[in-house]
């Protein structure tokens, strides 16, 4: 990019999931924003089967072996989503220009604490875990961060642009279409919830 161009405003959402996250770039104005990229990001280390989902190897296994391994694979995952997202920024600022913020889009807010199901209460904590790392990822590289709940993401959209939230998924819809199918449920949250950030 030439010295003497203006750089767009840029802004990265993100559905995450149990060990992934689907990324959507989005620049702006706020008023007609456009997708840049989309991309499927995978946030635990295969060479530590338990980063998938460490609070499951915490109930699944003996005490002293999850005391030891537990902590190997939630630092795992900070490590790759680190990773992972400096990554991402790299690519997306070689390219188009440095970065607004991000959103972090996560299923629920429930704290898994109050969740007395072992098994339920590891998904929830594990709902929130890859979340926050990619966070604290943001964080270390000086990028602002909001996290964001699945259910509000279109309604918080909405509110942001003075418009409907059927209009804000009509929206995105339609701003991935230059990127071909599939064009997922996943990736139009991604899409809204960086359009939030652009709207901020």
Same mark, same amino acid.
């Given at each position: 990019?030439?010295? !003497? ?15 992934? %996250? ?6 702006? #104005?706020?008023?007609? #924003? ?11 280390? =295969?060479?530590? =089967?338990?980063?998938?989902? =460490?609070? /499951? ?5 003996? #005490? ?6 537990? #902590?190997? %694979? ?22 188009? &220009? ?17 969740? /007395? !199901?072992? /098994?339920?209460?590891? /998904?929830?904590?594990? &709902?929130?875990?890859? =979340?926050?790392?990619?966070?604290? %990822? ?46 997922? %449920? ?15």
């Amino acid at each position: 990019m030439a010295a !003497n161009e203006k750089s767009p405003r840029l802004a990265i959402g993100f559905r995450v999931k149990t060990g992934r %996250a689907t990324a959507v770039v989005m620049a702006g #104005p706020a008023s007609a #924003p456009r997708v840049l990229s989309r991309k499927s990001l995978q946030l635990w280390d =295969p060479a530590i =089967p338990e980063s998938h989902q =460490p609070w /499951h190897a915490d109930f699944e296994l003996p #005490p002293d072996e999850s005391a030891r391994v537990v #902590p190997v %694979a939630l630092k795992a995952v900070e490590r790759v989503a680190r990773s992972a997202l400096g990554e991402l920024v790299d690519e997306i600022q070689s390219a188009h &220009g440095s970065i607004l913020g991000i959103a972090l889009v996560a299923g629920s807010s429930t704290d898994p604490e109050s969740i /007395h !199901n072992p /098994h339920m209460r590891a /998904h929830a904590r594990e &709902g929130q875990l890859f =979340p926050q790392a990619l966070a604290a %990822a943001a964080k270390s590289m000086r990028i602002p961060a909001i996290m964001l709940v699945e259910s509000e993401v279109f309604t918080r959209a909405a509110a942001s642009r003075g418009k409907s939230p059927d209009a804000i998924k009509l929206a995105v819809t339609e701003a991935g279409r230059p990127l071909g199918k599939p064009w997922s %449920a996943e990736e139009k949250t991604a899409a809204a919830a960086a359009w939030i950030v652009l709207s901020g």
